[in-house]
């Protein structure tokens, strides 16, 4: 039973627009919060993450919102560019023993 | 940060047969885990692997299937064992980093098997 989940599971985004992807999970115990971003023939890398004591994060084009009570969170891409297109994964996790549960991928596109 | 190499990166086997995956690591780290995942899929945990101690495995995975070694702190390796054509996959091998208020897994670039 996969208990993170992604939306949507596909996006094509112009560039230039803001790229959105969700992320809602069910285990309330989770207290860490990345997004990682993988490319093909590559493994997954930490791109941004949050810590549940803020409700947002940026870190250049990259913000992350996280929304506790609804158990949800997302990642905004601004400028979105070529280079950006890759699969994002979220991976909610527990801080303290490094374990990490992936979420079910969304494949961004960004068109020129 | 951690640099991670992951052999072979790919390879072709006949089913039956078992091969063993390595990952090396460029420091010590305790945790390493390995993960399968299917081409466009997500990551799913096979096990963890701690120096010194029994590999903890996932729902659904077995020592039997999927024996693992840690007979160190920068390696590992994950063997597949009698390989049936639902064994293709990427396995992908990580390492579990801490510290300045991040949880970081740096991830090998995956070894892409195919059984036939």
């Known amino acids: 039973q996969q208990q993170v989940k992604q939306s949507p599971q596909s996006l094509i985004v112009q560039k230039g627009g803001i790229s959105i992807i969700n992320c809602a999970y069910e285990n309330t115990a989770f207290d860490y919060f990345p997004w990682y971003q993988q490319f093909p023939g590559k493994g997954p890398a930490l791109l941004i993450a949050i810590r549940p004591d803020v409700s947002e994060k940026k870190e250049g084009r990259f913000t992350i919102s996280f929304n506790k009570s609804a158990k949800q969170f997302s990642l905004h891409i601004m400028d979105s560019q070529p280079g950006d297109s890759a699969t994002y994964f979220c991976?909610?996790?527990?801080?303290?023993?490094?374990?990490?549960?992936f979420g079910t991928g969304t494949r961004l596109t960004i068109i020129p | 940060s951690a640099v991670i190499s992951q052999k072979p990166s790919r390879d072709i086997c006949q089913r039956g047969t078992s091969l063993t995956i390595q990952c090396q690591v460029d420091?010590?780290?305790?945790?390493m885990f390995w993960y399968r995942q299917q081409p466009g899929q997500s990551l799913t945990l096979i096990a963890t692997a701690n120096q010194g101690s029994e590999a903890t495995y996932e729902s659904g995975f077995v020592i039997d299937k999927f024996p693992i070694s840690r007979p160190n702190l920068t390696f590992s390796t994950l063997t597949v064992s009698n390989m049936s054509p639902e064994d293709s996959s990427i396995y992908l091998c990580?390492?579990?980093?801490?510290?300045?208020?991040?949880?970081?897994?740096?991830f090998g670039a995956g070894t892409r098997l195919s059984v036939l």
């Open positions: 991976a909610p996790g527990d801080f303290g023993n490094e374990k990490l549960t």
């Open positions: 990580s390492v579990g980093y801490r510290g300045q208020g991040k949880n970081i897994q740096y």
């Open positions: 420091s010590q780290v305790t945790m």
